[in-house]
């Protein structure tokens, strides 16, 4: 069956869409495998902003506009769709081609950008029209290109990996044919410092050697795969890749902070023994420091050191294990309170209050997405 449902002014062929789902049309784009060919026709310069929402959120049915023939205003719309509102430019005389195909979960987005050369740009004004708050992790593919953010700039050549954030103004130039692979995360689900992160991006990380080359290539793969992105396989997919990055970062940061942070290595082992005991209502600074035979003291000392309190850290982490354990439509089987309670919440009031306070949804709004369910208010 296919429907075809207008999107900004294009007509897009949409299988196997359901009359249930025609009747929440704003909910038909969020399985995300999106293919765009695109040619320009006019020769003079262009510069397109476009201020849609993403277009990859929830779940759907698969979405083809292939076989549009799109202009340059429309790339430049759905390039906006995909990540965020951004500025696209060029001034290639030639007819102008691209090709965006794009998959993920609720919050990992993974897209596979092929085209002619243009400048897209994260103004200012962009930042400021949008709350939401992302990590977009870059695989160049082929051809080269130039990241500009913080007033620091990358050469991205074949291999490279480099990291940037969406609430901070960027620019990307491409002054040749490409193609690059875009993981965009939310700032929350990378586990380390923002500001750190923010310190080392536009720089680049060689996809030919060490963890890089480990990121690379599971990366490079998924984007090969994008059809596997889907239900419960694709939701551990996309966890695997987000660990995987965050992994490589965490040790990018390590090298570079460690020698002037003589704390670090104490706390970086508090914390994975926190991490294999989580779900123990036993758990406190007191158990903790005497474990590592410290004081309570220097154990709330080191976690000052970085920024933070020892019982907001187990909670937040806590907390981030219970999120997603009710994103995964796996443990679906669980009730609420099992998962909480595995992850050492016993009480379920102060479990769901807490957990609202930090996600800004009930715990049973993330089970619902999670099942395809409506949202629970």
């Given at each position: 069956?296919?429907?075809?449902?207008?999107?900004g002014?294009?007509?897009?062929?949409?299988?196997?869409?359901?009359?249930?789902a025609?009747?929440?049309?704003?909910?038909?784009?969020?399985?995300?495998?999106?293919?765009?060919?695109?040619?320009?026709?006019?020769?003079?310069?262009?510069?397109?902003?476009?201020?849609?929402?993403?277009?990859?959120?929830?779940?759907?049915?698969?979405?083809?506009?292939s076989?549009?023939?799109?202009?340059?205003?429309?790339?430049?719309?759905?390039?906006?769709?995909?990540?965020?509102?951004?500025?696209?430019?060029?001034?290639?005389?030639?007819?102008?081609?691209?090709?965006?195909?794009?998959?993920?979960?609720?919050?990992?987005?993974?897209?596979?950008?092929?085209?002619?050369?243009?400048v897209?740009?994260?103004?200012p004004?962009?930042?400021?029209?949008?709350?939401?708050?992302?990590?977009?992790?870059?695989?160049?593919?082929?051809?080269?290109?130039?990241?500009?953010?913080?007033?620091?700039?990358?050469?991205?050549?074949?291999?490279?990996?480099?990291?940037?954030?969406?609430?901070?103004?960027?620019?990307?130039?491409?002054?040749?044919?490409?193609?690059?692979?875009?993981?965009?995360?939310?700032?929350?689900?990378?586990?380390?410092?923002?500001?750190?992160?923010?310190?080392?991006?536009?720089?680049?990380?060689?996809?030919?050697?060490?963890?890089?080359?480990?990121?690379?290539?599971?990366?490079?793969?998924?984007?090969?795969?994008?059809?596997?992105?889907?239900?419960?396989?694709?939701?551990?997919?996309?966890?695997?890749?987000?660990d995987?990055?965050?992994?490589?970062?965490?040790?990018?940061?390590?090298?570079?902070?460690?020698?002037?942070?003589?704390?670090?290595?104490?706390l970086?082992?508090?914390?994975?023994?926190?991490?294999?005991?989580?779900?123990?209502?036993?758990?406190?600074?007191?158990?903790?420091?005497?474990?590592?035979?410290?004081?309570?003291?220097?154990?709330?000392?080191?976690?000052?050191?970085?920024?933070?309190?020892?019982?907001?850290?187990?909670?937040?982490?806590?907390?981030?294990?219970?999120?997603?354990?009710?994103?995964?439509?796996?443990?679906?089987?669980?009730?609420?309170?099992?998962?909480?309670?595995?992850?050492?919440?016993?009480?379920?009031?102060?479990?769901?209050?807490?957990?609202?306070?930090e996600?800004?949804?009930?715990?049973?709004?993330?089970r619902?997405?999670?099942?395809?369910?409506?949202?629970?208010?």
């Amino acid at each position: 069956m296919i429907v075809h449902v207008p999107v900004g002014g294009l007509s897009v062929s949409v299988r196997r869409l359901t009359a249930a789902a025609c009747r929440h049309c704003r909910l038909f784009l969020n399985k995300r495998i999106v293919s765009v060919q695109v040619r320009r026709r006019r020769r003079t310069l262009r510069d397109e902003v476009s201020p849609v929402p993403q277009l990859l959120r929830g779940s759907s049915p698969e979405v083809d506009t292939s076989d549009l023939p799109l202009d340059f205003t429309q790339f430049s719309a759905l390039v906006s769709q995909s990540f965020v509102p951004l500025r696209v430019r060029s001034d290639r005389p030639e007819p102008f081609r691209g090709d965006i195909r794009a998959a993920g979960t609720d919050d990992v987005h993974v897209s596979v950008v092929t085209a002619d050369r243009h400048v897209i740009e994260r103004t200012p004004e962009l930042v400021a029209r949008q709350e939401n708050r992302f990590f977009k992790l870059g695989l160049q593919l082929s051809g080269t290109g130039l990241l500009i953010q913080d007033h620091r700039e990358a050469v991205l050549r074949p291999g490279d990996l480099t990291i940037y954030d969406t609430n901070s103004p960027y620019s990307l130039v491409f002054e040749e044919s490409f193609s690059t692979l875009v993981l965009m995360v939310p700032h929350r689900l990378i586990e380390l410092p923002t500001d750190a992160l923010r310190g080392i991006a536009a720089t680049t990380i060689s996809g030919e050697s060490g963890l890089g080359r480990l990121v690379a290539r599971f990366l490079g793969d998924l984007g090969g795969a994008l059809d596997q992105l889907d239900g419960p396989v694709g939701g551990r997919l996309a966890r695997n890749a987000v660990d995987l990055v965050t992994t490589m970062y965490a040790q990018e940061l390590d090298i570079a902070r460690d020698a002037d942070k003589p704390h670090r290595p104490l706390l970086r082992r508090v914390q994975a023994w926190i991490e294999d005991r989580l779900g123990s209502p036993e758990l406190s600074p007191s158990t903790i420091a005497r474990a590592h035979y410290i004081s309570t003291r220097h154990l709330h000392g080191i976690f000052h050191e970085e920024g933070l309190t020892v019982s907001a850290w187990i909670r937040t982490r806590r907390l981030e294990h219970c999120r997603r354990d009710l994103a995964d439509p796996v443990s679906a089987h669980r009730p609420v309170g099992q998962v909480a309670a595995r992850w050492g919440f016993t009480d379920a009031a102060y479990f769901s209050r807490t957990f609202r306070a930090e996600f800004g949804e009930p715990p049973s709004s993330v089970r619902a997405r999670a099942l395809g369910s409506p949202p629970v208010e």
